[in-house]
């Protein structure tokens, strides 16, 4: 199929499968004196998942954020889909670190919520959400309700509701923070089958090292306050292996240590 045959329209903007789905231009934020992000320049492409990896305060969940439509930027532009970003958008699902669950709702209806709000008949949601649901590993979880599933399946929940919108980005802040190193790393390699699964957008937000080395495909290190894009690293994971075999290998291990080093001088 050629690029002509990928093309879309939207309003007067072309837009093809090779152009960038998410540009992010010269984003600067201010919150009164206090000067967050300066001069922020990104793309991100479709089936690509990017890391915004750097220490505490430096701006990696106000510039999610900001793309995502739930803060403004104080100069600069977002564009997806090349349209200019003005607030929340369904182009757009973002996963919180908290879960953001309604706790009165069933996983079922959590999960479906989203097309609910779109107004997605009953029979249609709750099949795309059955769908989902089953992907993330919580078939027959269905009338559970939050309280009632620990802290890895609520998490799951939230995934699971971000991707049954059918978004063309996933914003990911911190999403596997709160649950235990067994199923922190079972998350990681669960997300890498979505990634290749769904070939959608994600930007992805996390503290560690390892986990950003080990998901990604691009990773974007911002220095601290004012975040400033400090330097961009391909880790070029060879995604064959085992995932034991790719933690142990030396390019990966390399990969780890050399952000580490980059990023040593700013610990506390």
């Known amino acids: 199929m050629t690029k002509a045959a990928l093309a879309r329209t939207d309003g007067l903007q072309t837009v093809t499968s090779d152009d960038p789905v998410v ?4 984003i600067c934020k201010k919150y009164g004196n206090l000067e967050a992000l300066r001069g922020i320049n990104l793309e991100f492409q479709r089936g690509k998942l990017t890391t915004l990896l750097g220490p505490s305060g430096c701006g990696k969940t106000t510039l999610l954020k900001i793309i995502a439509g739930l803060v403004p930027a104080t100069t600069g532009e977002i564009r997806v889909n090349g349209r200019a970003v003005t607030g929340p958008g369904p182009e757009r699902a973002f996963v919180f670190q908290d879960f953001a669950l309604m706790p009165w709702a069933t996983v079922l209806r959590n999960v479906g919520f989203g097309l609910e709000l779109r107004g997605v008949e009953s029979v249609e949601r709750n099949r795309i959400a059955c769908r989902y649901i089953e992907q993330v590993g919580l078939a027959g979880f ?3 309700y939050p309280h009632e599933l ?16 059918n978004a063309d980005v996933l914003l990911l802040d911190e999403p596997f923070s709160a649950v235990d190193e067994q199923n922190r790393r079972k998350f990681q390699e669960d997300l890498l089958q979505l990634v290749e699964l769904e070939k ?3 930007i992805f937000v996390t503290h560690s090292i390892e986990e950003a080395v080990y998901v990604s495909d691009r990773i974007v290190l911002l220095s601290p306050r004012p975040g400033r894009i400090s330097r961009v690293i391909d880790p070029s994971i060879d995604r064959s292996a085992s ?11 390399d990969v780890v240590e050399e952000i580490w080093q980059g990023l040593r001088q700013y610990a506390e």
């Open 23 to 26: 540009q992010v231009r010269d």
């Open 150 to 165: 620990s802290g890895g399946m609520r998490q799951r929940v939230g995934i699971a509701r971000a991707f049954a919108v």
């Open 142 to 144: 269905e009338d559970k």
């Open 243 to 253: 995932p034991d075999e790719i933690r142990r290998n030396a390019s990966y291990l």
């Open 200 to 202: 959608k957008t994600f």
